[in-house]
Structure formats: C-alpha cells, structure tokens
C-alpha cells in the first residue's frame, strides 16, 4: 500500500510540472525547484527508525525517484521544443510556397494573357452559307461530271476555314466537327437531285431526291474526325441538278464540336 501511494504522489507531481512546462513554459531552474519542493514534501524528516524504515519501504514499492522524474521531463521538453521547431520550419514553408504561386500569378504578362484569349478564339470555328448570292435563283446541272457545289452567299464564316470561292472547308485544328446539307429542285422524271459530303475525295455521306413532278428536297449531316489541312466540301453527282433562290433551300453548314489532342 506504502508503494502504491508513493508511486502516486510520485506521478501526480510528475504530471502537474509536466503540465506546467507544456502550457506556461517553466524554466529549467524553475523546474528543479518545484520538483525539488515536490520531493521534500513528500519525503518529511524523520527519525532514525522511522528513516531506516522508509529507506526500507522507498527501495521495496519506489520505482520512480526524483532523477527519473527530471530526466523524463528533460526529455519531454526537448520533444515539445523540437516539435516547435518543426512546426515554425513547416509555417516558413508553407508561406514561401504561398508567395511563390502568388509571384507566378502576378508575373502573367500582358502578351500571355493575349496569347491565352488568341487559343480560345482559335477553337471558335464555324460557318454557313447557301448556293446563290442574295437576289439569284435558278437550276445549278446537270453536268456530264460530278463538280464541287460553291456556296456563294455566306451567313456565317467564323475563323475563316470556308472558302466561298472554292467551296471548300479546311480543317484548322484536329477535332470532331459537325456537317450538315440540303438539296432542293424541280421534279423530272429523269433528273433526280443528288449531292454528297466528301472528305479528301472520299463521299460520306448522300443525299438524293427523285420524283417526276412538283418540287423535291433531301439533306444529310455528320460527324467527323478532322487532321490539320482536311478538307470537306458538297459534290453534284454527274446527271442529278440542284436548285436555290433567295430562300436559300441548299445550304452547307458546319462548326468545330470540340478540339482533339
């Protein structure tokens, strides 16, 4: 029982400096004197008898003296301080890294920001135009031979990659772009109204109407993948003949879905 409660006084004056230390930062003379203070309350004089027996007793239940409480303390404060350090070490870092980025920020130049917005509007493609220049009408076929359909009156043309002369698109970025258009006539009973979507001299995609009276009208769209430099445009088939006037019925049309890597 003797040890048990030497052991407890022992660490309930070990805990209470410890305590100190951690929250108000003690001293180490300050230390020593409290622990110092701590032991002589707890160890009384005493009489001879009554040393001897407590000598007894202390060496028998006493395992923690005064030296182990200080060295373990020592060591404690050497812990909480090098993790000060650390933590101090961690704070530098971190805001060193935090001005960094800032400074990287701020740097942004007036020509990087230019050149951002240029990428941007570079992926702005897109157009739309029909046969017959505003105020003309009439038959366009048939020829003996397929031809290239220009597109003549322009509605829209963002980046430039129509050309209304040539009636060709041309691919300015790879991606997946978005083809549609429309053929309109006469009914013949032996001229139908037939066009095609080619990609690079390859057709794609038809469309064809055929009846032997009143008016007939077809179109087709799709989706393609497209390098730097390909080209797509609307051929007449040879014998087949379209028709447009100023409610523009033909029309090819086209813009950049989204851009590939």
Known sequence: ??????????????????????????????????????????????????RDEAS???????????????????ELTATVTEQKANIRALETQLREELNKKTDEISNLTESQVEELRKENRDREIAFSASLMESGNSGDIGPFTTEITLTYRNVFTNIGNAYNPITGIFTAPLKGAYKFTFSNGGHGSPSIPSTASIVKNGEKVVVAHAHQAQYAVNSSKGVVLILEVGDVVYVRL?????????QYNHCTFSGYLLFALK
């Open 237 to 245: 088939w040879s014998g087949a003949r379209t028709y447009d006037n």
């Open 56 to 74: 007894t007793d202390s060496q028998q239940y006493c395992h923690l003296s005064f030296p182990d409480i200080h060295a373990a303390l020592r």
């Open 1 to 50: 029982m003797k040890g048990w409660l030497c052991t407890l006084l022992l660490l309930e004056s070990f805990v209470f400096v410890v305590q100190q230390q951690v929250d108000g930062g003690l001293a180490e003379n300050e230390i020593s004197q409290q622990l110092s203070n701590e032991d002589r309350r707890q160890n009384p004089p005493q009489t001879d008898s009554l």
